[in-house]
């Protein structure tokens, strides 16, 4: 129940990619025999695929080795190429960490970065966005799907203001490639990152989408063999893009069916736990929201000792990314939940693997522990006889 983190391997990914781990071991830079010819041709139907499930050229796709590499290429590259004449940037606070954390070492070299807060839905607001563009702004970086709280920004309006106000746009599709339909023309994004490992592809393999019309320009990150159009040196790993390029394909297939079936098993889960327990939140916007992605708090619990009784199912309480801090989650805090509810929030995740089994037990032992766990609080225990906590003078020891 943490497809946010990764996904399994899809058995047709694992049937793509077999040959080449094997017999057909050429490196694709390979110019000379047919290894090379044979690896090269692998490697062009991978960009086709990819291309293709986000409505794209297959020139404009690079291979990289995951959406962090990706995002990187796209924040530092872009700002680095355009830096003589624009030195601002504009994300989100909500953003996933390599993005923000881009765009601090940026700042260290000296360029102007806007962090855009979001409303309490998770959302941005676009007149702020309007706003905040500058003369010398060269990138806006919003990211599609939200890894922690799954709420879906409005792509294509953000697509829509950043091209009327000639700047480009990226963002970061990692958790939305290949679950909800994306065109990169009609939503006039101009850089986007994707990870194979989010899609039931192999770990270790992503792609960024560079626009060529109007041309995007970055400086590449790594120096080497000027593969990859320049842009990302080293030899592609021919398996691993294979992986991501049938991945792509079984997406692109199965989209609509995955969707449905995992919005039925979305609001099971979510309608059996709130018609059980009382004072559930649901963290984001229930509207614009992809249904993968559920995170609720579950209010006088601690969300870690939940996440301990609960051990035999894998979830987290945000990204595991970040998971090494003790902090409640700095999106959770974005969205301006309660320090107290961010601390007992966790994040459910559902995919094409799981099962309505798998659902209910979770939903079955979730349930069992929350009220366990609440019978031993004495917060609990206060709200339950009527008094209110927020008015407790609490003294420190």
């Known amino acids: 129940m943490d497809v946010q983190a990764t996904t399994p391997l899809d058995p047709r990914v694992l049937d793509a990619m077999l040959p080449y781990l094997i017999n057909y071991y050429g490196n694709p830079h390979s110019r000379t025999h047919a290894y090379g010819w044979e690896s090269e041709a692998a490697m062009e139907r991978a960009r086709q695929q990819v291309a293709s499930l986000i409505g794209a050229d297959p020139r404009e796709i690079i291979f990289t080795s995951g959406a962090t590499e990706s995002n990187n290429i796209a924040i530092k590259g872009v700002a680095r190429f355009y830096r003589s004449r624009k030195k601002h940037l504009i994300t989100t606070q909500t953003e996933h960490k ?218 987290s309480s945000g990204s595991a990314c970040t998971s090494a801090s003790l902090e409640p989650s700095y999106v959770l805090r974005a969205i301006g939940t309660d320090e107290d509810l961010a601390h007992s929030s966790i994040r459910f995740g559902i995919g094409r693997f799981t099962t309505e089994e798998e659902v209910d037990y979770t939903v079955e032992k979730c349930i069992q522990h929350v009220k366990r766990l609440r019978e031993m609080s004495p917060l609990w225990e206060m709200v339950q006889d009527g008094i209110d906590l927020k008015s407790i003078k609490w003294t420190q020891h």
């Open 98 to 315: 390599c993005v923000l954390d881009s765009c601090r070492s940026l700042e260290a070299e000296g360029f102007q970065v806007t962090y855009l807060p979001v409303q309490k839905s998770g959302i941005i607001d676009l007149k702020e966005l309007e706003a905040a563009i500058q003369p010398d702004t060269s990138l806006v970086s919003v990211m599609t799907v939200n890894n922690e709280i799954g709420v879906k920004q409005p792509i294509a309006e953000i697509g829509r203001i950043c091209s009327s106000r000639k700047v480009y746009f990226h963002t970061d599709a990692a958790q939305a490639v290949g679950k909800i339909p994306l065109d990169v023309n009609d939503m006039k994004i101009d850089l986007m990152s994707i990870s194979g490992h989010k899609i039931y592809g192999p770990k270790g393999v992503g792609a960024i989408y560079i626009r060529r019309r109007p041309r995007v320009r970055v400086e590449a990150l790594q120096s080497g063999g000027g593969q990859e159009r320049g842009m990302r040196s080293g030899t592609v790993p021919t398996p691993l893009v294979v992986g991501l390029g049938a991945a792509c394909e079984v997406a692109q297939q199965e989209m609509e069916y995955d969707h449905k079936r995992i919005s039925k098993l979305s609001e099971r889960l979510i309608q059996n736990i709130m018609k059980s327990l009382p004072d559930v939140v649901m963290n984001g916007d229930p509207k614009h929201h992809y249904p993968g992605c559920i995170n609720l708090s579950f209010a006088y619990v601690e969300g870690e000792s939940l996440l301990m009784a609960l051990k035999d199912v894998a979830l």
